[in-house]
């Protein structure tokens, strides 16, 4: 079993910036890739970015320029370091990882339970 653990939110003024972690721990031979994924009320989950165990990564559209994706492969750890945020980023940020607990294993996916992170003057 894997556990990961986000950390980092929180209420930010618009225009701010926050750093967002997510820490795996567990049953872990190899993360092959981890995520931010986000969603506010009403809407359905979104990525916000990805990367590999490469460090080949993936920004939304809506946040390039803006947010940056990084990992620490030693630490199984993600982060999300976000600038000059807007209102409109306010959401519920989730951190997946697909690992394998083994090797030759299939990988599998796993969430954390999430961090809220709120926009507002």
């Known amino acids: 079993q894997v556990q990961l653990v986000e950390s980092g939110g929180g209420l930010v003024q618009p225009g701010g910036s926050l750093r967002l972690s997510c820490a795996a721990s567990?049953?872990?031979?190899?993360?092959?890739?981890m995520g931010w994924y986000r969603q506010a009320p009403g809407n359905s989950r979104e990525l916000v970015a990805h990367?590999?165990?490469?460090?080949?990564?993936n920004i939304a559209d809506s946040v390039k320029g803006r947010f940056t994706i990084s990992r620490d492969n030693a630490k199984n750890t993600a982060y999300l370091q976000m600038n000059s945020l807007k209102p409109e980023d306010t959401a519920v940020y989730y951190c997946?990882?697909?690992?394998?607990?083994?090797?030759?294993?299939?990988?599998?996916?796993?969430w954390g339970q999430g961090t809220q992170v709120t926009v507002s003057s």
């Open positions: 997946n990882a697909e690992v394998q607990g083994v090797r030759g294993a299939v990988p599998y996916d796993y």
């Open positions: 990367i590999t165990s490469g460090g080949s990564t």
């Open positions: 567990g049953s872990i031979f190899r993360i092959l890739a």
